[in-house]
T-cell receptor, first 112, second 114 residues
């Protein structure tokens, strides 16, 4: 069984400030890790993924995440956010079938 | 590449009625997934197809739910005898061959059961 915990339901931040969205996972098998973004009334869009290799993963829109196996974490970061980054962010973990288990989401609110 | 499309985008129905949703995946994508998302939650896996074969079903998929993917192209999700607890966003996703981790989501169908 696998699960994901997103530690913050809401993260408010000012424009151009850095942000970190936290994600911890549990899994009994090797994992693949993902971050998705969902804008209002839209489906999910893949931001980045960790499959293997380098633990620092770069994605779209300037986001990056670091896989930390010892801490079972996969936190998402961006050095400088924009108003347009306001959205819901979901962390997900998958096993060999690639079927993801999603966290409950973190609402990123960027203030001008 | 037109993306994953879902129809209808919104559906309001009365309790006890049957509803059917359609998903058209990206062409050449052999895997197709259905998820359900309720307010304040992440998507929950329901079922997936590889080509026309339904390979896995979640325990969430009660016997009132049925999904098909005839000819390995579009898919339908039918809910019979709808209940208020079925109100949710139903999301479809597809992925290309050998890249099942790369899922492309449609905009979803929002179901409201009154």
């Amino acid at each position: 069984a696998q699960s994901v915990t997103q530690l913050d339901s809401q993260v408010p931040v000012f424009e151009e400030a850095p942000v970190e969205l936290r994600c911890n996972y549990s899994s009994s098998v090797s994992v693949y890790l993902f971050w998705y973004v969902q804008y209002p009334n839209q489906g999910l869009q893949l931001l980045l993924k960790y499959l293997s290799g380098s633990t620092l993963v770069k994605g779209i829109n300037g986001f990056e995440a670091e896989f930390n196996k010892s801490q079972t974490s996969f936190h998402l970061r961006k050095p400088s956010v924009h108003i347009s980054d306001t959205a819901e962010y979901f962390c997900a973990v998958a096993g060999g079938s690639y079927i993801p288990t999603f966290g409950r989401g973190t609402s990123l609110i960027v203030h001008p | 590449d037109t993306g994953v499309s879902q129809n209808p985008r919104h559906k309001i129905t009365k309790r006890g009625q049957n509803v059917t949703f359609r998903c058209d995946p990206i062409s050449e994508h052999n895997r197709l997934y259905w998820y359900r998302q309720t307010l304040g939650q992440g998507p929950e896996f329901l079922t997936y197809f590889q080509n026309e074969a339904q390979l896995e079903k979640s325990r969430l998929l009660s016997d009132r739910f049925s999904a098909e993917r005839p000819k390995g192209s579009f898919s339908t999700l039918e809910i019979q005898r709808t209940e208020q607890g079925d109100s949710a966003m139903y999301l479809c996703a597809s992925s290309p061959p050998d890249r099942g981790y790369e899922q492309y989501f449609g905009p979803g169908t929002r179901l409201t059961v009154t």
